[in-house]
Protein backbone atom coordinates (compact mmCIF):
# COMPACT_ATOMS: atom_id res chain seq x y z
CA UNK A 1 0.00 0.00 0.00
CA UNK A 2 1.54 3.67 -0.80
CA UNK A 3 0.80 6.40 1.54
CA UNK A 4 0.58 10.12 0.81
CA UNK A 5 0.60 13.19 2.90
CA UNK A 6 -0.55 16.51 1.14
CA UNK A 7 -0.49 19.98 2.65
CA UNK A 8 -1.98 23.07 0.90
CA UNK A 9 -0.94 26.46 1.28
CA UNK A 10 -3.14 29.66 -0.17
CA UNK A 11 -6.21 30.13 -1.67
CA UNK A 12 -9.30 28.09 -3.22
CA UNK A 13 -7.34 27.52 -6.41
CA UNK A 14 -4.76 25.20 -4.03
CA UNK A 15 -7.13 23.71 -2.17
CA UNK A 16 -9.60 22.35 -5.18
CA UNK A 17 -5.78 21.85 -7.09
CA UNK A 18 -5.00 19.66 -4.27
CA UNK A 19 -8.55 17.82 -4.24
CA UNK A 20 -7.40 17.48 -7.97
CA UNK A 21 -4.18 15.46 -7.15
CA UNK A 22 -5.59 13.84 -4.56
CA UNK A 23 -7.90 12.36 -6.96
CA UNK A 24 -5.22 11.50 -9.52
CA UNK A 25 -3.38 9.61 -6.10
CA UNK A 26 -5.98 7.70 -5.06
CA UNK A 27 -7.23 6.23 -8.73
CA UNK A 28 -3.15 4.55 -8.57
CA UNK A 29 -3.99 3.20 -5.62
CA UNK A 30 -2.24 5.31 -3.00
CA UNK A 31 -3.92 6.14 0.39
CA UNK A 32 -3.71 9.40 1.88
CA UNK A 33 -2.63 9.40 5.36
CA UNK A 34 -2.42 13.06 7.85
CA UNK A 35 0.69 13.21 9.32
CA UNK A 36 4.34 13.32 6.81
CA UNK A 37 5.20 10.10 9.50
CA UNK A 38 2.85 7.73 8.12
CA UNK A 39 3.81 9.00 4.42
CA UNK A 40 5.96 7.24 1.62
CA UNK A 41 5.04 9.95 -0.67
CA UNK A 42 4.68 13.64 0.89
CA UNK A 43 3.73 16.91 -1.02
CA UNK A 44 3.55 20.74 -0.11
CA UNK A 45 1.49 22.48 -3.26
CA UNK A 46 2.43 25.60 -2.58
CA UNK A 47 1.34 29.82 -3.29
CA UNK A 48 4.06 32.24 -3.89
CA UNK A 49 1.28 35.42 -3.91
CA UNK A 50 2.98 36.52 -0.60
CA UNK A 51 6.58 36.12 0.64
CA UNK A 52 5.92 34.25 3.87
CA UNK A 53 3.73 31.47 2.27
CA UNK A 54 6.53 30.65 0.34
CA UNK A 55 9.02 30.48 3.26
CA UNK A 56 6.95 28.03 4.99
CA UNK A 57 7.09 25.44 1.91
CA UNK A 58 10.60 25.58 2.53
CA UNK A 59 10.10 25.75 6.35
CA UNK A 60 8.63 22.16 5.75
CA UNK A 61 11.19 20.86 3.56
CA UNK A 62 13.89 21.66 5.66
CA UNK A 63 11.99 20.13 8.61
CA UNK A 64 11.41 16.80 7.02
CA UNK A 65 15.27 16.98 5.11
CA UNK A 66 16.81 13.67 7.27
CA UNK A 67 13.56 11.60 6.88
CA UNK A 68 15.22 8.76 4.32
CA UNK A 69 13.00 6.63 2.07
CA UNK A 70 10.44 8.73 0.89
CA UNK A 71 9.53 10.86 -1.86
CA UNK A 72 9.28 14.52 -1.53
CA UNK A 73 7.22 16.43 -4.03
CA UNK A 74 6.68 20.34 -4.18
CA UNK A 75 3.40 21.22 -6.45
CA UNK A 76 2.00 24.54 -7.54
CA UNK A 77 3.42 27.77 -7.60
CA UNK A 78 6.23 28.06 -5.66
CA UNK A 79 7.04 24.76 -8.16
CA UNK A 80 6.76 26.59 -10.91
CA UNK A 81 8.30 29.86 -9.94
CA UNK A 82 11.80 28.20 -8.50
CA UNK A 83 11.69 25.46 -11.08
CA UNK A 84 14.61 22.88 -10.48
CA UNK A 85 16.16 25.77 -8.43
CA UNK A 86 14.03 23.79 -6.15
CA UNK A 87 16.50 20.92 -5.77
CA UNK A 88 19.71 23.29 -5.18
CA UNK A 89 17.89 24.43 -1.73
CA UNK A 90 16.49 21.46 -0.85
CA UNK A 91 18.37 18.16 -2.39
CA UNK A 92 15.79 15.82 -1.42
CA UNK A 93 13.46 16.86 -3.16
CA UNK A 94 11.98 14.59 -6.22
CA UNK A 95 9.46 15.71 -7.56
CA UNK A 96 8.84 19.79 -8.89
CA UNK A 97 5.33 20.08 -10.44
CA UNK A 98 3.31 23.31 -11.68
CA UNK A 99 -0.68 23.44 -12.12
CA UNK A 100 -0.44 23.60 -15.63
CA UNK A 101 1.14 19.89 -15.49
CA UNK A 102 -1.26 18.27 -12.74
CA UNK A 103 -2.95 16.48 -16.16
CA UNK A 104 0.50 14.97 -16.64
CA UNK A 105 0.36 13.97 -13.04
CA UNK A 106 0.16 9.86 -13.18
CA UNK A 107 2.66 9.90 -15.89
CA UNK A 108 5.27 11.90 -13.35
CA UNK A 109 4.50 9.13 -10.95
CA UNK A 110 5.31 6.71 -12.93
CA UNK A 111 8.91 8.23 -13.80
CA UNK A 112 9.06 8.59 -9.71
CA UNK A 113 7.74 4.68 -9.42
CA UNK A 114 10.66 3.73 -11.91
CA UNK A 115 13.45 5.31 -10.43
CA UNK A 116 13.02 8.73 -11.41
CA UNK A 117 15.70 10.55 -8.85
CA UNK A 118 14.02 14.15 -10.39
CA UNK A 119 11.36 14.66 -11.82
CA UNK A 120 9.73 18.04 -13.42
CA UNK A 121 6.42 18.86 -14.74
CA UNK A 122 6.98 22.59 -15.01
CA UNK A 123 5.71 23.95 -18.85
CA UNK A 124 3.41 26.63 -19.51
CA UNK A 125 2.92 25.87 -23.32
CA UNK A 126 -0.76 24.71 -23.29
CA UNK A 127 -3.72 25.16 -24.32
CA UNK A 128 -5.15 22.26 -23.38
CA UNK A 129 -8.03 21.60 -20.54
CA UNK A 130 -5.99 22.38 -16.75
CA UNK A 131 -8.70 19.59 -15.17
CA UNK A 132 -7.39 16.10 -14.09
CA UNK A 133 -9.58 12.95 -15.11
CA UNK A 134 -10.63 12.47 -11.29
CA UNK A 135 -11.05 14.85 -8.64
CA UNK A 136 -11.65 14.12 -4.87
CA UNK A 137 -14.23 16.44 -3.60
CA UNK A 138 -13.24 17.02 0.58
CA UNK A 139 -16.26 18.57 1.09
CA UNK A 140 -19.69 16.59 0.60
CA UNK A 141 -21.86 19.48 0.11
CA UNK A 142 -19.84 22.22 -1.25
CA UNK A 143 -17.78 21.69 -4.71
CA UNK A 144 -15.45 24.10 -6.60
CA UNK A 145 -14.91 24.04 -10.37
CA UNK A 146 -11.82 25.72 -12.34
CA UNK A 147 -13.80 27.43 -15.20
CA UNK A 148 -11.20 29.47 -16.20
CA UNK A 149 -6.24 29.33 -15.57
CA UNK A 150 -3.99 31.63 -16.04
CA UNK A 151 -4.04 35.44 -16.05
CA UNK A 152 -3.50 38.55 -18.90
CA UNK A 153 -3.60 41.00 -16.72
CA UNK A 154 0.09 41.57 -15.80
CA UNK A 155 -0.05 43.40 -12.33
CA UNK A 156 3.37 45.11 -11.20
CA UNK A 157 3.13 43.08 -8.08
CA UNK A 158 2.12 39.95 -9.05
CA UNK A 159 3.68 36.09 -10.29
CA UNK A 160 0.43 35.10 -10.88
CA UNK A 161 1.15 35.11 -15.03
CA UNK A 162 4.90 33.31 -14.28
CA UNK A 163 3.21 30.69 -11.90
CA UNK A 164 0.07 29.92 -13.80
CA UNK A 165 0.57 31.20 -17.34
CA UNK A 166 -1.94 32.95 -19.60
CA UNK A 167 -5.43 32.57 -19.32
CA UNK A 168 -7.36 29.66 -20.65
CA UNK A 169 -10.92 28.80 -20.53
CA UNK A 170 -13.01 25.95 -20.40
CA UNK A 171 -16.04 24.81 -22.79
CA UNK A 172 -19.43 26.35 -20.86
CA UNK A 173 -20.77 22.77 -21.24
CA UNK A 174 -17.64 21.23 -19.80
CA UNK A 175 -18.61 23.34 -16.80
CA UNK A 176 -22.40 22.99 -16.76
CA UNK A 177 -21.70 18.58 -17.35
CA UNK A 178 -19.80 19.02 -14.20
CA UNK A 179 -21.81 21.04 -12.33
CA UNK A 180 -24.69 18.61 -13.36
CA UNK A 181 -22.93 15.79 -12.42
CA UNK A 182 -22.14 17.08 -9.37
CA UNK A 183 -25.76 18.27 -8.29
CA UNK A 184 -26.83 14.72 -8.94
CA UNK A 185 -24.22 13.61 -6.54
CA UNK A 186 -25.98 15.99 -3.86
CA UNK A 187 -23.67 18.82 -3.83
CA UNK A 188 -26.33 22.11 -3.14
CA UNK A 189 -23.25 24.64 -3.47
CA UNK A 190 -21.29 25.73 -6.30
CA UNK A 191 -18.18 28.13 -6.21
CA UNK A 192 -16.43 28.89 -9.80
CA UNK A 193 -13.05 29.63 -9.70
CA UNK A 194 -10.25 31.55 -11.37
CA UNK A 195 -7.68 33.64 -10.93
CA UNK A 196 -9.97 36.22 -13.45
CA UNK A 197 -12.77 34.32 -12.70
CA UNK A 198 -15.10 37.53 -14.69
CA UNK A 199 -12.76 36.85 -17.66
CA UNK A 200 -13.90 33.89 -18.80
CA UNK A 201 -14.50 33.46 -22.58
CA UNK A 202 -15.97 29.70 -24.33
CA UNK A 203 -12.96 28.89 -26.41
CA UNK A 204 -15.84 27.22 -28.49
CA UNK A 205 -17.97 30.07 -28.28
CA UNK A 206 -15.36 33.69 -27.12
CA UNK A 207 -19.02 35.38 -27.51
CA UNK A 208 -20.70 33.78 -24.32
CA UNK A 209 -18.70 35.14 -21.47
CA UNK A 210 -18.86 34.80 -18.01
CA UNK A 211 -22.08 36.16 -16.84
CA UNK A 212 -24.58 33.99 -19.21
CA UNK A 213 -22.33 31.20 -17.63
CA UNK A 214 -22.71 32.18 -14.00
CA UNK A 215 -26.45 32.24 -14.68
CA UNK A 216 -26.67 28.72 -16.32
CA UNK A 217 -25.13 27.02 -13.83
CA UNK A 218 -27.27 28.88 -11.22
CA UNK A 219 -30.24 26.94 -13.41
CA UNK A 220 -28.96 23.92 -12.86
CA UNK A 221 -31.44 21.73 -10.72
CA UNK A 222 -30.58 20.83 -7.69
CA UNK A 223 -27.89 23.68 -6.97
CA UNK A 224 -29.02 25.81 -4.06
CA UNK A 225 -26.19 28.00 -3.54
CA UNK A 226 -23.97 29.39 -6.28
CA UNK A 227 -20.12 31.82 -5.54
CA UNK A 228 -17.88 32.82 -7.90
CA UNK A 229 -13.87 34.20 -7.23
CA UNK A 230 -12.02 36.04 -7.71
CA UNK A 231 -13.12 39.11 -10.32
CA UNK A 232 -10.56 41.82 -11.75
CA UNK A 233 -12.31 45.04 -11.73
CA UNK A 234 -11.28 45.84 -15.72
CA UNK A 235 -13.76 42.57 -16.25
CA UNK A 236 -16.53 43.09 -14.24
CA UNK A 237 -19.23 44.34 -16.54
CA UNK A 238 -22.98 45.43 -15.90
CA UNK A 239 -24.27 42.16 -17.10
CA UNK A 240 -23.01 40.62 -14.08
CA UNK A 241 -24.46 42.21 -11.77
CA UNK A 242 -27.57 41.76 -13.69
CA UNK A 243 -27.26 37.96 -13.43
CA UNK A 244 -27.06 38.31 -9.57
CA UNK A 245 -29.79 40.37 -9.41
CA UNK A 246 -32.28 38.41 -10.95
CA UNK A 247 -31.35 34.73 -10.05
CA UNK A 248 -31.63 34.21 -6.02
CA UNK A 249 -29.49 31.15 -6.40
CA UNK A 250 -26.53 33.42 -7.04
CA UNK A 251 -25.10 34.05 -3.30
CA UNK A 252 -25.71 38.13 -2.63
CA UNK A 253 -21.58 38.67 -2.12
CA UNK A 254 -19.22 39.67 -4.49
CA UNK A 255 -15.66 39.43 -3.68
CA UNK A 256 -14.17 42.40 -6.08
CA UNK A 257 -10.42 43.14 -5.40
CA UNK A 258 -9.44 47.04 -5.07
CA UNK A 259 -6.17 46.69 -4.03
CA UNK A 260 -5.62 50.89 -3.56
CA UNK A 261 -8.16 53.40 -3.20
CA UNK A 262 -5.63 56.26 -4.97
CA UNK A 263 -5.44 56.24 -8.64
CA UNK A 264 -2.06 57.04 -9.06
CA UNK A 265 -0.90 53.97 -6.80
CA UNK A 266 -3.41 51.96 -9.33
CA UNK A 267 -1.61 52.92 -12.31
CA UNK A 268 1.72 52.42 -10.79
CA UNK A 269 0.15 48.62 -9.71
CA UNK A 270 -1.10 48.35 -13.17
CA UNK A 271 -4.35 47.57 -12.69
CA UNK A 272 -6.07 48.68 -15.58
CA UNK A 273 -8.78 50.95 -13.95
CA UNK A 274 -9.02 54.04 -11.71
CA UNK A 275 -10.58 54.74 -8.26
CA UNK A 276 -13.76 56.31 -10.08
CA UNK A 277 -14.32 52.90 -13.00
CA UNK A 278 -14.06 50.70 -9.64
CA UNK A 279 -16.22 52.73 -7.88
CA UNK A 280 -18.12 52.87 -11.22
CA UNK A 281 -19.03 49.18 -10.49
CA UNK A 282 -19.56 50.11 -6.72
CA UNK A 283 -22.68 51.67 -7.15
CA UNK A 284 -23.80 48.98 -10.06
CA UNK A 285 -23.53 46.28 -6.85
CA UNK A 286 -25.08 49.21 -4.22
CA UNK A 287 -28.09 49.91 -6.81
CA UNK A 288 -29.48 46.37 -6.86
CA UNK A 289 -33.02 45.12 -5.69
CA UNK A 290 -30.96 42.35 -3.61
CA UNK A 291 -28.53 43.60 -1.01
CA UNK A 292 -24.99 42.29 -2.38
CA UNK A 293 -22.66 42.21 0.04
CA UNK A 294 -19.14 43.13 -0.98
CA UNK A 295 -15.51 42.17 0.19
CA UNK A 296 -12.14 43.18 -1.69
CA UNK A 297 -8.01 42.57 -1.25
CA UNK A 298 -5.89 45.87 0.13
CA UNK A 299 -2.45 45.92 -0.26
CA UNK A 300 -0.75 49.24 2.35
CA UNK A 301 2.86 50.17 1.26
CA UNK A 302 3.36 49.37 -2.65
CA UNK A 303 6.17 51.18 -3.83
CA UNK A 304 5.44 55.00 -3.94
CA UNK A 305 2.75 55.18 -2.14
CA UNK A 306 2.35 58.49 0.01
CA UNK A 307 0.50 59.27 3.11
CA UNK A 308 -2.20 61.17 1.08
CA UNK A 309 -2.26 57.83 -0.98
CA UNK A 310 -3.05 55.95 1.69
CA UNK A 311 -5.21 58.36 3.28
CA UNK A 312 -7.48 57.64 0.16
CA UNK A 313 -7.92 53.93 0.82
CA UNK A 314 -9.05 54.73 4.23
CA UNK A 315 -11.30 56.96 2.87
CA UNK A 316 -12.33 54.11 0.06
CA UNK A 317 -13.25 51.85 3.28
CA UNK A 318 -15.52 54.52 4.59
CA UNK A 319 -17.51 55.28 0.94
CA UNK A 320 -17.85 51.68 0.24
CA UNK A 321 -18.40 49.87 3.82
CA UNK A 322 -16.89 46.32 3.08
CA UNK A 323 -18.14 43.21 4.45
CA UNK A 324 -14.89 41.83 4.91
CA UNK A 325 -11.27 42.88 3.84
CA UNK A 326 -7.81 40.37 3.03
CA UNK A 327 -5.20 43.23 3.64
CA UNK A 328 -1.84 42.41 3.16
CA UNK A 329 1.81 44.00 3.01
CA UNK A 330 3.21 44.60 -0.29
CA UNK A 331 5.59 41.63 -0.77
CA UNK A 332 7.89 41.98 -3.12
CA UNK A 333 7.87 38.52 -5.80
CA UNK A 334 10.51 37.45 -8.04
CA UNK A 335 10.10 38.80 -11.52
CA UNK A 336 7.48 41.42 -11.28
CA UNK A 337 8.15 44.79 -12.57
CA UNK A 338 7.92 46.55 -9.28
CA UNK A 339 10.87 45.22 -8.14
CA UNK A 340 12.85 47.98 -9.96
CA UNK A 341 9.71 50.74 -8.83
CA UNK A 342 11.42 53.54 -6.77
CA UNK A 343 9.73 54.55 -3.88
CA UNK A 344 9.78 51.48 -1.53
CA UNK A 345 8.62 51.80 1.58
CA UNK A 346 9.86 50.92 4.80
CA UNK A 347 8.79 47.50 6.51
CA UNK A 348 8.05 49.22 9.85
CA UNK A 349 6.03 51.99 7.67
CA UNK A 350 4.14 49.31 5.99
CA UNK A 351 3.16 47.48 9.25
CA UNK A 352 1.68 51.01 10.58
CA UNK A 353 -0.47 51.29 7.66
CA UNK A 354 -1.76 47.73 7.39
CA UNK A 355 -2.33 48.11 11.52
CA UNK A 356 -4.63 51.13 10.74
CA UNK A 357 -6.60 50.40 8.06
CA UNK A 358 -7.08 46.55 9.76
CA UNK A 359 -8.56 48.78 12.88
CA UNK A 360 -10.70 50.89 10.24
CA UNK A 361 -12.09 47.80 8.78
CA UNK A 362 -12.88 46.40 12.20
CA UNK A 363 -14.87 48.97 13.10
CA UNK A 364 -16.65 48.72 9.82
CA UNK A 365 -17.59 45.34 10.06
CA UNK A 366 -18.75 45.32 14.34
CA UNK A 367 -21.25 48.24 13.11
CA UNK A 368 -22.17 46.58 9.90
CA UNK A 369 -22.67 42.59 11.79
CA UNK A 370 -24.11 44.26 14.64
CA UNK A 371 -27.39 45.79 12.19
CA UNK A 372 -27.44 42.18 11.31
CA UNK A 373 -29.01 41.37 15.00
CA UNK A 374 -32.77 40.60 14.94
CA UNK A 375 -33.18 39.14 11.26
CA UNK A 376 -33.48 35.76 10.13
CA UNK A 377 -30.43 34.50 7.91
CA UNK A 378 -30.32 31.12 6.14
CA UNK A 379 -27.44 29.10 6.91
CA UNK A 380 -25.87 26.35 5.18
CA UNK A 381 -24.73 23.86 8.36
CA UNK A 382 -21.06 23.70 7.80
CA UNK A 383 -19.38 22.00 11.53
CA UNK A 384 -20.28 22.09 15.20
CA UNK A 385 -17.93 23.94 18.23
CA UNK A 386 -18.35 21.19 20.30
CA UNK A 387 -16.18 23.56 23.06
CA UNK A 388 -19.36 26.14 23.18
CA UNK A 389 -21.88 23.88 21.68
CA UNK A 390 -22.61 25.55 18.62
CA UNK A 391 -23.74 25.10 14.99
CA UNK A 392 -21.32 26.67 12.40
CA UNK A 393 -23.09 28.01 9.28
CA UNK A 394 -22.67 30.54 6.57
CA UNK A 395 -25.09 33.06 5.19
CA UNK A 396 -25.57 33.52 1.77
CA UNK A 397 -23.41 36.62 1.93
CA UNK A 398 -20.82 34.70 3.44
CA UNK A 399 -21.28 35.72 6.88
CA UNK A 400 -20.10 32.86 9.56
CA UNK A 401 -23.08 32.45 11.69
CA UNK A 402 -22.88 30.37 14.99
CA UNK A 403 -25.94 28.78 16.27
CA UNK A 404 -27.49 26.95 19.03
CA UNK A 405 -31.21 24.50 18.28
CA UNK A 406 -33.70 24.34 20.86
CA UNK A 407 -33.72 21.14 22.84
CA UNK A 408 -36.18 18.79 21.77
CA UNK A 409 -39.18 17.42 23.67
CA UNK A 410 -37.30 14.60 25.12
CA UNK A 411 -34.27 16.96 26.00
CA UNK A 412 -31.99 15.87 23.01
CA UNK A 413 -29.65 17.65 20.72
CA UNK A 414 -29.89 16.68 16.57
CA UNK A 415 -26.61 14.68 15.57
CA UNK A 416 -24.16 15.96 13.47
CA UNK A 417 -25.21 13.91 10.59
CA UNK A 418 -28.97 15.22 10.74
CA UNK A 419 -27.27 18.69 10.64
CA UNK A 420 -24.23 19.12 8.07
CA UNK A 421 -25.84 20.11 4.77
CA UNK A 422 -28.67 21.28 5.64
CA UNK A 423 -30.32 24.71 4.96
CA UNK A 424 -31.69 26.13 8.30
CA UNK A 425 -33.28 30.13 9.16
CA UNK A 426 -31.25 31.28 12.01
CA UNK A 427 -32.12 34.22 14.00
CA UNK A 428 -29.33 36.58 14.78
CA UNK A 429 -28.70 37.60 18.64
CA UNK A 430 -25.15 38.82 18.69
CA UNK A 431 -22.80 40.21 16.44
CA UNK A 432 -18.99 40.22 16.71
CA UNK A 433 -16.48 42.06 14.15
CA UNK A 434 -15.78 38.65 12.54
CA UNK A 435 -19.16 36.56 13.08
CA UNK A 436 -22.56 36.45 14.31
CA UNK A 437 -24.35 34.23 16.90
CA UNK A 438 -27.83 33.33 16.66
CA UNK A 439 -30.81 30.42 17.25
CA UNK A 440 -32.42 28.29 15.13
CA UNK A 441 -35.62 29.95 14.07
CA UNK A 442 -37.07 25.93 13.88
CA UNK A 443 -37.62 23.15 15.89
CA UNK A 444 -35.36 20.66 14.12
Not at 98 to 125: F, K, M, N, W
Not at 133 to 155: F, H, L, M, Q, S
Not at 169 to 182: D, H, I, P, W, Y
Not at 314 to 339: C, G, H, I, M, W
Amino acid sequence: MKRFYIETFGCQMNVHDSEKVIGTLEQRGYVQVQSPEEADLILYNTCSIRDKAEQKVFQRLNENRRARGKIFGVLGCVAQQEGERIFEKAPHVNLVVGSASYPRLAELLVQIEQGGRRVTGLSLDTDSTFETPVTRRDNPYRAYITIIEGCDKDCAYCVVPFTRGRERSRRSESVLEEARTLAGMGYTEIQLLGQNVNSYRDPSDPARTFAPLLEAVAQVPGIRRVRFTTSHPRDFGRDIVEVIDRNETICNMVHLPVQSGSTRVLERMQRQYTRDQYMQRIEWLKNTRRKISLSTDIIVGFPGETEEDFEQTLRLLDEVEYDQVFSFKYSPRPNTPALLLDGQVPEEEKSRRLMILQEKQRSIQLRRNTAQIGSVQEVLVEGYNSSTGQWIGRTTENRVLNFVTRPRADGSQPSREEMFGRYLPVRVTRAGPNSLAGECAIAV
